[in-house]
């Protein structure tokens, strides 16, 4: 996939003046492995493929016997034979190595908590009157056909161009359309993706819920603070933002330098085809803010609740496995603009 022209309205140009800085000099944003300042995506390769991955936890969830959250177009999506390749090398992966067999157990866990908070949260923000919904980097989700939306409600969906369009032309070549006033809003998170989002129609004297799931770690750190800060400058009192925040501290990166390595060695054995490791595409070097207290620095009223918290009160395990419970430590965010 070729980078659009600049000037396209795509909001996928880098920023005038080229990569954009850091406010330190320290944590620069610093693309590591297979990242790029301005790189671009389809759902099968690079940073699409992760949409991938969380749409097959869902859909494993989906067809369990007794699942948390059920998500019917997860599996339809993921069964497009433009992903055969991908599914499969995911499939050898984690079933290369104990550990990654634990990670994927896992994840179908923490995805359905994680789905089944963020549910919650817009059918309360929905129940509360709000009519403006903005989902970042929204992949393969599926909310804007499958929850009940209140007539009169409208979701945004941002993400790269080609992601957002295998989505909408998988589930329609299946029949299924959107339930709710779907705007798709093909821009580039680490740039002027707000030029591209009133372009589509969304108004910021609307109270709005913002939802970034899935997202942080695939953002440079300096990316991070701009999305903060243009999503409370879009935000019209009362609006609200979940964040999936993934706390990257000591005992993560320890965890995660073990599964590089792990992933490494498989690489050897299996051969890169076969071997999928989203540690490739994120950003761990750069300096990062803590969302909650950014917004609760900028006035927001902000509850943060753990992320294992909230799989013990659904019900489901924690990882056994020390090096797989470290990386799994995301706090689910919630905050309000008076
Ligand atoms: N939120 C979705 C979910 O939970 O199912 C997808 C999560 S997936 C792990 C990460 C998503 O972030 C991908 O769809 C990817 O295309 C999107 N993404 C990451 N960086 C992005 C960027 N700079 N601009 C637009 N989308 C981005």
Same mark, same amino acid.
């Not at 590591?32 to 949409?51: F, L, M, P, Y």
């Not at 097959?56 to 998500?71: C, G, H, N, V, Y």
């Not at 789905?115 to 309360?124: E, G, K, N, P």
């Given at each position: 996939?070729? *980078?659009?022209?600049?000037? @396209?309205?795509?909001?996928?140009?880098?920023?005038?003046?080229?990569?954009? #800085?850091?406010?330190?000099?320290?944590?620069?944003?610093?693309?590591?492995?297979?990242?790029?300042?301005? @790189?671009? $995506?389809?759902?099968?390769?690079? /940073?699409?493929?992760? *949409?991938?991955?969380?749409?097959?936890? &869902?859909?494993?969830?989906?067809?369990?016997?007794?699942?948390?959250?059920?998500?019917?177009?997860? #599996?339809?999506?993921? +069964?497009?034979?433009?992903?055969?390749?991908?599914?499969?090398?995911?499939?050898?992966?984690?079933?290369? @190595?104990?550990?990654?067999?634990?990670?994927?157990?896992?994840?179908?866990?923490?995805?359905?908590?994680?789905?089944?908070?963020?549910?919650?949260?817009?059918?309360?923000?929905? %129940?509360?009157?709000?009519?403006?919904?903005?989902?970042?980097?929204?992949?393969?989700?599926?909310?804007?056909? &499958?929850?009940?939306?209140?007539?009169?409600?409208?979701?945004?969906?941002?993400?790269?161009?080609?992601?957002?369009?295998?989505?909408?032309?998988?589930?329609?070549?299946?029949?299924? #359309?959107? /339930? !709710?006033?779907?705007?798709?809003?093909?821009?580039?998170?680490?740039?002027?993706?707000?030029?591209?989002?009133?372009?589509?129609?969304?108004?910021?004297?609307?109270?709005?819920? $913002?939802?970034?799931?899935?997202?942080?770690?695939?953002?440079?750190?300096?990316?991070?603070?701009?999305?903060?800060?243009?999503?409370?400058?879009?935000? %019209?009192?009362?609006?609200?933002?979940?964040?999936?925040?993934?706390?990257?501290? +000591?005992?993560?990166?320890?965890?995660?330098?073990?599964?590089? *390595?792990?992933?490494?060695?498989?690489?050897?054995?299996?051969?890169?085809?076969?071997?999928?490791?989203?540690?490739?595409?994120?950003?761990?070097? +750069?300096?990062?803010?803590?969302? *909650?207290? $950014?917004? +609760?620095?900028?006035?927001? &009223?902000?509850?943060?609740?753990?992320?294992?918290?909230?799989?013990? #009160?659904?019900?489901?395990?924690?990882?056994?496995?020390?090096? /797989?419970?470290?990386?799994?430590?995301? !706090?689910?965010?919630?905050?309000?603009?008076?």
């Amino acid at each position: 996939m070729t *980078a659009p022209a600049p000037g @396209d309205d795509a909001g996928l140009e880098g920023p005038a003046g080229g990569t954009p #800085q850091p406010r330190s000099g320290e944590g620069a944003s610093r693309a590591i492995n297979s990242r790029s300042h301005g @790189d671009t $995506w389809d759902i099968a390769t690079s /940073v699409g493929a992760t *949409a991938v991955m969380v749409a097959s936890a &869902r859909a494993a969830e989906t067809a369990s016997e007794q699942p948390l959250i059920r998500d019917e177009f997860a #599996q339809m999506l993921i +069964d497009g034979p433009e992903l055969a390749a991908l599914v499969a090398k995911m499939s050898t992966t984690y079933t290369a @190595d104990p550990e990654l067999e634990a990670v994927r157990a896992h994840m179908v866990n923490y995805q359905a908590a994680r789905t089944h908070f963020f549910d919650a949260y817009f059918r309360a923000a929905a %129940a509360a009157g709000i009519r403006q919904h903005v989902i970042l980097a929204a992949g393969l989700d599926s909310r804007a056909y &499958r929850l009940d939306w209140p007539a009169g409600t409208s979701v945004y969906e941002v993400d790269q161009p080609k992601v957002l369009e295998y989505k909408a032309a998988t589930l329609a070549a299946h029949g299924v #359309q959107p /339930v !709710v006033d779907r705007h798709e809003v093909p821009a580039d998170l680490r740039f002027d993706w707000p030029k591209t989002l009133r372009g589509k129609g969304f108004d910021p004297a609307q109270r709005t819920a $913002w939802l970034a799931e899935g997202l942080l770690m695939f953002l440079p750190g300096e990316a991070e603070d701009r999305l903060f800060t243009d999503i409370d400058a879009l935000s %019209a009192p009362g609006s609200r933002v979940c964040i999936e925040d993934f706390t990257f501290d +000591d005992a993560a990166r320890e965890a995660y330098e073990k599964r590089r *390595a792990k992933t490494d060695e498989l690489r050897r054995r299996l051969g890169d085809e076969n071997v999928f490791d989203p540690g490739d595409l994120w950003y761990t070097e +750069d300096e990062r803010c803590d969302p *909650a207290a $950014w917004f +609760d620095t900028h006035s927001w &009223r902000v509850e943060a609740l753990a992320g294992r918290d909230y799989l013990t #009160q659904v019900g489901r395990p924690l990882p056994e496995e020390p090096n /797989v419970a470290a990386t799994f430590r995301a !706090v689910f965010v919630s905050a309000e603009k008076p």
